[in-house]
Nanobody, 123 residues
Framework: QVQLVESGGGLVQAGGSLRLSCAAS????????MSWFRQGPGKEREFVAR????????AYADSVKGRFTISRDNAKNSVYLEMNSVKAEDTAVYYC????????????????WGQGTQVTVSS
């Protein structure tokens, strides 16, 4: 079972940038689809982005498309989320997710989760 640890969260001003990282424990990391989700105050957890096993294919929620970029480094067992032009509504706990198999790149859940990292955007 893969273990995921997120880092990189913090306080950022609106319009600024932040880079989240997620480190995986499993040596078969390259066999997982990796994703980012977030849960804002009083909201349900929502899909943000997903990347396929070799990094060639990505998918994004409409709310972050053009501002966020997901990437991975299989040699480092890590996935990243580059967040640019952040807005107050991006404030949330961000979770890293992993799946061996998926039905869709836009799937609304994941099999494995990290503990989350808080991102707060000040306006």
């Amino acid at each position: 079972q893969v273990q995921l640890v997120e880092s990189g969260g913090g306080l950022v001003q609106a319009g600024g940038s932040l880079r989240l990282s997620c480190a995986a424990s499993d040596r078969t990391f390259s066999m997982y689809y990796m994703s980012w989700f977030r849960q804002g105050p009083g909201k349900e957890r929502e899909f943000v982005a997903r990347i396929n096993r070799n990094g060639a294919n990505t998918a994004y929620a409409d709310s972050v498309k053009g501002r966020f970029t997901i990437s991975r480094d299989n040699a480092k067992n890590s996935v990243y989320l580059e967040m640019n032009s952040v807005k107050a509504e991006d404030t949330a706990v961000y979770y890293c997710g992993a799946d061996r198999y998926i039905v869709s790149m836009m799937a609304r859940t994941a099999d494995y989760w990290g503990q989350g990292t808080q991102v707060t955007v000040s306006s």
